[in-house]
């Protein structure tokens, strides 16, 4: 924050130990401890950091809920069953985060809002759902009806006025009265807290590609600190693909430079997988043999096309329809990129035109075939010849003449023909037009 | 008697696995799939294609035969398989590969946009396990390309075609096998430039027809009496 109302939002142990605060003005600050280093808050990176966690939680849960600036609320009751108890969740985030690089404090509860207000003023507390948990609510200063509600800073300061500093004491008073001074917003939001009222909230959805960047503090163009950064950002993937159940074989590594266009790296693996140290090897690899033109301002991290990980069943006779997910898997992910008609079988095609007699086909099905006695490579069009001269012919002619329905009409004489260089061609004579030469097949 | 008979003859006169000769190949824990030419079956250390590997045929042009080679190994396509044919120079001709009793629902031709999705292909490919055998026509690929594509065919079993052209001769490579092609009046000649294996300086010849059909000589200059006449009114 700026100008003369900023206030300080948290303090390290240095600053404390000088008796700054955490919600002391600057100005107070600075007088007390003129030494003082600020920093200013970034929206934009805290946007981000809670994204990231917000990834992370998707791993437990599909219901999570971003409450910006700073918390993610998740959905834990209906798969409890998954993981024993909220206790596993929690280590597991905890561990998630630190790998991440993230401080968090944590709290469960039975409703979203009463949690919200524990991991502010009681961290680490879980409460389960017993009748009459409401009561642990009541020691909460009256400031944490703030926390991810629609109480104005204006009404807490009213309650707060009238002597009145905890939950509790709040649930005392009156609900005509408050209801009366304007405080209505808090009746609601305290009955959204205990439950009385549904709370529904906004799910976060998971993005369908990875993008994520980190910005040096310094630009460098030493592999090590690049390394550094990458792995940062191999962790951020590692959790978005475990947030989709999901792994990847490829993902591509920006190199952003000032003025010069970004170096990219295309980070391939050999199979697909979750795992941040197959990448960062990889990185390592590529990065060591490359001379960068100009020293790296921002690595940006993207990916996509991922892979869903299937999980092995364990079947004790085996399972037959293995090979049939594969084949089908194989062709879903070759059409994913380069689409439906570019990835197709063969059939034939009751024609006598040779371009005709043969279709794009969907893999997989059986069509009644008519065999020919035809070369194995056919020219997608005829190619001209200036002579024959040097050919040997072999066999024909076969004359092919037909197709007037459909204004596609041929009249050609078909030879099997010997080229210099001792390949078989399938050569015909347009006896249309021109009674000119050309090639249509190798007998490959 | 020459002295190299009378040390073959001493070799012999051995108990067999005592003396281990040079020319001798080793033998392969995993077996190929034959060839379908027994000349070149005995020339590979497999006794046939070898699983799991890149197999580079290099040929000066698409079209002297190379499919002809592989007509056998592409008749045996399993069900519930794939044969991907990876960006082919011209288009594998349906009615002939019926003719070959090839099936034409396993074969799945993949068009990319460019070498690098190509090489991409190849890839999904050799790693799904789905493929029979995977064909590719690469127009370029450095040294590290084969060596990724080599890793994933190793890992999947999966045996790699890559047609190559004649300059790819003299570059390094982690194939397994690679054959040189060469039409030759009845058929194609192989010549071994690498297999798991002594080096050999023999030529093999084989004869397509033997599994193509058999084509009857007319007359090329008269008109189409002596031909087959297809007329459709």
């Known amino acids: 924050m700026t100008g003369p109302r900023a206030r300080l939002l948290s303090a390290n142990a240095a600053a404390q130990a000088l008796g700054v605060r955490a919600g002391t003005s600057v100005t107070d600050a600075l007088a007390a401890a003129p030494q003082l280093e600020l920093r200013q808050c970034d929206p934009a990176l805290e946007h981000e950091a809670l994204n990231t966690l917000a990834i992370m939680a998707c791993r437990f849960t599909p219901s999570v809920s971003l409450q910006a600036p700073d918390t993610v609320l998740i959905e834990v009751l209906s798969c409890l069953k998954l993981f024993g108890n909220v206790r596993t969740i929690i280590r597991q985030a905890t561990e998630a985060c630190q790998e991440l690089g993230l401080d968090v404090v944590h709290a469960a509860a039975p409703t979203p809002l009463a949690a919200h207000w524990l991991a502010n003023y009681a961290p680490g507390l879980v409460v389960e759902p017993r009748p009459g948990w409401q009561a642990v609510l009541d020691k909460l200063p009256v400031q944490a009806l703030a926390c991810g509600a629609q109480v104005a800073e204006s009404v807490i300061d009213l309650i707060t006025g009238v002597g009145i500093d905890t939950i509790g004491r709040l649930q005392a008073l009156p609900r005509e009265g408050l209801a009366r001074r304007q405080a209505r917003s808090v009746l609601d939001t305290l009955a959204r807290a205990q439950g009385h009222t549904p709370d529904p909230r906004r799910w976060f959805t998971l993005p369908a590609r990875f993008s994520a960047h980190i910005t040096l503090p310094a630009s460098t163009q030493d592999v090590e600190p690049l390394l550094f950064a990458c792995d940062r950002l191999f962790t951020d993937l590692a959790t978005w693909l475990k947030a989709g159940h999901a792994a990847t074989d490829q993902c591509m590594l920006h190199l952003e430079h000032e003025r010069h266009p970004a170096s990219k790296f295309e980070i391939i693996a050999a199979a697909p997988t979750q795992d941040k140290r197959r990448w960062l090897t990889i990185a390592r690899e590529r990065l060591a043999v490359t001379t960068l033109a100009a020293p790296v301002e921002i690595l940006r991290l993207e990916a996509e096309g991922t892979l869903k990980i299937q999980q092995a069943s364990a079947d004790l006779f085996g399972d037959p329809t293995q090979d049939d997910e594969a084949a089908d898997h194989l062709l879903e992910r070759l059409r994913a990129r380069f689409g439906a008609q570019s990835v197709h079988a063969l059939r034939t095609w009751p024609d006598h035109r040779p371009e005709k007699a043969w279709r794009c086909a969907e893999p997989g099905t059986d069509y009644p075939t008519l065999p020919g006695k035809r070369p194995l490579w056919l020219l997608p069009q005829p190619r001209p010849l200036q002579s024959v001269e040097a050919f040997r012919i072999e066999a024909g002619p076969e004359r092919i003449e037909t197709g007037w329905w459909d204004g596609e009409e041929v009249h050609r004489d078909y030879y099997v023909a010997r080229a210099p260089d001792a390949s078989r061609l399938w050569i015909f004579r347009d006896l249309r037009t021109s009674r000119d030469w050309f090639v249509h097949g190798y007998f490959g | ?233």
Not at chain 2, 168 to 195: F, H, M, T, Y
């Open chain 2, 1 to 233: 008697m020459p002295a190299a008979n009378i040390v073959s003859t001493l070799i012999e006169a051995m108990p067999p696995g005592l003396v281990w000769t040079g020319r001798r190949m080793a033998a392969s824990s995993a077996s190929g799939w034959s060839t379908g030419f027994a000349a070149l079956d005995a020339e590979l250390p497999d006794r046939g294609w070898p699983r799991g590997t890149i197999i580079e045929l290099i040929a000066a042009r698409p079209g002297i035969g190379e499919l002809g080679l592989l007509q056998p190994m592409l008749r045996q396509t399993p069900r519930k398989r794939w044969v991907s044919w990876i960006s082919p120079p011209m288009l594998p001709y349906a009615p002939a590969l019926a003719e070959a009793g090839i099936p034409l629902s396993r074969m799945m031709v993949v068009d990319t946009r460019d070498n690098a999705a190509s090489l991409w292909a190849c890839r999904q490919a050799l790693g799904s396990r789905a493929c029979h055998t995977v064909l590719a026509w690469l127009s370029r690929i450095d040294t590290s390309g084969l060596r990724r594509l080599q890793l994933a065919a190793e890992t999947s079993g999966t045996p790699l075609f890559l047609f190559r052209p004649e300059h790819a001769a003299v570059q390094a490579s982690p194939a397994a096998l690679r054959l040189q092609l060469e039409a030759n009046p009845d058929g194609l000649r192989v010549r071994i430039l690498k297999r798991r294996g002594p080096p050999t300086a023999d030529v093999v010849h084989l004869n397509l027809n033997a599994h193509t059909h058999a084509v009857d000589r007319a007359d090329p200059a008269g008109p189409a009496a002596s031909g087959h006449y297809t007329r459709c009114v």
